[in-house]
């Protein structure tokens, strides 16, 4: 009886050795680039290797013209009083004037601490809404008439929002703003900077464009539709031969006062506890700022900022995506009951407080196993409006800006999700229709409270990774 072909193939000595060669060669290529992994993330703690390498050059800046959206707080007003200090004309935007103003006297303090004095005629204050873009046009055109040019823009306005299954609403106003709207409103500023033969254009994105996590889905679809297109425009700018260059920068978590609106609605309300300390021991908006400047006056065309295990996470997605990807998918059941969790707790607070603060019933439930308790004065829920009952209200994020949530009344999404755990129906629409918000509320789940052997797994990794977060951040050099 005749071998098959692959048995013959195989039973000669050479194939063979060609097999267990290449085998070899693959396990030890996997091996030394999960050993680079770690030891980048353990040696260079708060950024990328060529940003740590690399110096800034200061005189970059120097009597040019920024633009700076999202710059009232966190680390938009940290760009501005580093850049005000390296004597550069700084444009500032956000939604509200009184916030500019505030950034801007700001700014000028920081400058007088370390020796460069400035006035308020070096800043140029201008608010606008990055959900309105009819406007846009009307403010670059203004912008650029203050000085003749602009010479950088970092676009670093945004919203976030976490939640799971979060209704297409949320889904559009986090697109809108996060993507669409900076496409529109940077195509406008590089027209300009064509014209004149010079400019940069920054883009304050996330980690997330690179690892999507569970309920971020809209908003790492639009930092990942952002990232493609930062590489996509400075592709073509070079296709036409514009010396117009394009920086995008990744930070990790962030320590910032929109953090805290994000960690506590409105800096009240307390949210979950995993997420707390992400935040809590995030890199500072001022190092981020530093580094920022850093890698962009050097023309890097992407900058990863953050401290670990974030820095670990996208060093693994970068060289070993397959194992990066298999710890974050065993990871996602975990990170939803976190999520859920933490929107329970949030539900249970605004109860308490309606219940103790105006006279209302009693809360209906208590909060989970775990929960810290918190003194009654931090128990006052001034919530910004969302519209799921597994969602969380889109907060102006950490890093990036200023649009206000969308304006489902917080009320109704509360009550929602009361009658929900019940078992009572959601209310139809006024046709006896369920609305699509409905719907989607409808269709969210309460997840389980076990954890079974895979969530199981999933923790002691993740256990792993925080260790080696916080044994690389020991001696770190930032802020």
Same mark, same amino acid.
């Given at each position: ?213 569970? @309920?971020?889905?809209?908003?790492? *679809? =639009?930092?990942?539709? %952002?990232?493609?297109? +930062?590489? /996509? &425009? !400075? ?46 021991? @995030?890199?500072?908006?001022?190092? *981020? =700022?530093?580094?920022? %400047?850093?890698?962009? +006056?050097? /023309? &890097? !065309? ?178």
């Amino acid at each position: 009886m005749e071998m098959p072909a692959v048995v013959q193939f195989l039973s000669a000595p050479g194939p063979l050795l060609a097999l267990v060669f290449f085998f070899f060669l693959w396990t030890s290529a996997t091996l030394l680039r999960l050993l680079w992994v770690s030891m980048a993330a353990l040696l260079l703690r708060d950024c990328d290797l060529a940003t740590k390498l690399l110096t800034e050059r200061k005189t970059y800046w120097k009597n040019r013209v920024a633009w700076i959206t999202g710059a009232s707080s966190g680390i938009g007003l940290s760009l501005c009083r580093l850049l005000a200090a390296r004597r550069c004309f700084v444009i500032l935007s956000s939604r509200k004037k009184e916030d500019l103003i505030s950034a801007r006297d700001d700014a000028i303090d920081y400058s007088q601490r370390h020796g460069v004095k400035r006035s308020p005629e070096d800043f140029l204050l201008l608010p606008f809404d990055m959900k309105k873009p009819e406007t846009f046009f009307g403010v670059v055109d203004e912008g650029r008439q203050w000085k003749g040019r602009i010479d950088f823009l970092f676009s670093n306005a945004g919203v976030a929002c976490r939640g799971m299954m979060l209704p297409s609403s949320i889904d559009n106003e986090i697109l809108q703003v996060n993507l669409l709207s900076q496409m529109e409103f940077v195509k406008l500023i590089v027209a300009r900077m064509i014209q004149q033969q010079y400019g940069h254009i920054i883009f304050t994105n996330s980690m997330s464009a690179r690892t999507t996590l569970g @309920g971020r889905t809209a908003y790492s *679809t =639009a930092k990942g539709g %952002l990232l493609n297109f +930062s590489y /996509g &425009l !400075s592709r073509e700018l070079r296709g036409m031969g514009s010396p117009v260059r394009v920086t995008t920068v990744l930070p990790g978590y962030i320590r910032t006062s929109l953090c805290d609106r994000e960690l506590y609605a409105d800096g009240t309300v307390p949210k979950g506890v995993h997420v707390a300390k992400d935040i809590r021991t @995030g890199l500072s908006s001022d190092r *981020t =700022a530093e580094l920022m %400047l850093r890698g962009s +006056s050097r /023309g &890097l !065309s992407e900058i990863w900022i953050g401290k670990n295990p974030d820095l670990f996470y996208m060093y693994a997605m970068y060289y070993v995506p397959d194992i990066a990807n298999l710890v974050v998918d065993y990871g996602a059941s975990s990170y939803a009951r976190n999520i859920e969790e933490e929107i329970r707790q949030r539900r249970y607070v605004a109860r308490r407080a309606r219940g103790n603060g105006t006279g209302g019933p009693p809360p209906v439930d208590e909060p989970g196993a775990g929960f810290k308790k918190r003194k009654a004065s931090e128990d006052v829920v001034h919530s910004a409006p969302f519209s799921s009952p597994l969602s969380f209200p889109p907060e102006r994020h950490q890093r990036d800006g200023d649009a206000s949530p969308a304006s489902v009344p917080y009320e109704m999404a509360t009550h929602a999700g009361e009658r929900r755990s019940r078992g009572d129906s959601l209310p139809p629409a006024k046709d006896g229709k369920a609305t699509a918000e409905s719907k989607s509320r409808a269709n969210s789940r309460v997840l389980p409270d076990a954890y079974g052997p895979i969530e199981t797994v999933a923790n002691a990794i993740s256990d792993a990774v925080s260790q080696l977060g916080r044994f690389g951040s020991m001696g770190s050099d930032t802020a």
